[in-house]
């Protein structure tokens, strides 16, 4: 079992930025460092849309084409903390935001891929 913490959601106007977090308190820095880690994001009636991933040890990433250029994953693996920066928001970025841990090698952005979730943090871009 792997709890996953998120934070820094928020409210901003159309453009502005935010910075997501998520950490793993209990995972060992070893076990961590394994970890693909990747943030997802969903909006009530719709599926979980993979936003964007980074693998372990090489911090391989890969995104979501509607976020390239505008969003950035980044981890630290010295505090067992994954980050993800939203700039240029657009009102379609509203969504409630997932982070997510896949015990195996990063692989895709399905959401059936990965198996521990966090418990969300809301994203609401105001036109």
């Known amino acids: 079992q792997v709890r996953l913490v998120e934070s820094g959601g928020g409210v901003v106007q159309t453009g502005g930025s935010l910075r997501l977090s998520c950490t793993a308190p209990e995972a060992s820095m070893y076990a961590f460092r394994s970890y693909c880690m990747g943030w997802f994001r969903q909006v009530p009636g719709k599926e979980r849309e993979g936003v964007a991933r980074?693998?372990?040890?090489?911090?391989?990433?890969d995104y979501a084409e509607s976020v390239k250029g505008r969003f950035t994953i980044d981890r630290d693996n010295r505090k067992n903390t994954m980050w993800l920066d939203l700039n240029s928001l657009k009102p379609e970025d509203t969504a409630m935001y997932y982070c997510?841990?896949?015990?195996?090698?990063?692989?895709?952005?399905?959401?059936?891929?990965?198996?521990?979730w966090g418990q969300g943090t809301q994203v609401t871009v105001h036109s």
């Open positions: 997510a841990v896949r015990l195996l090698a990063c692989a895709t952005l399905r959401s059936t891929d990965f198996n521990y």
């Open positions: 980074i693998s372990g040890p090489g911090g391989t990433t």
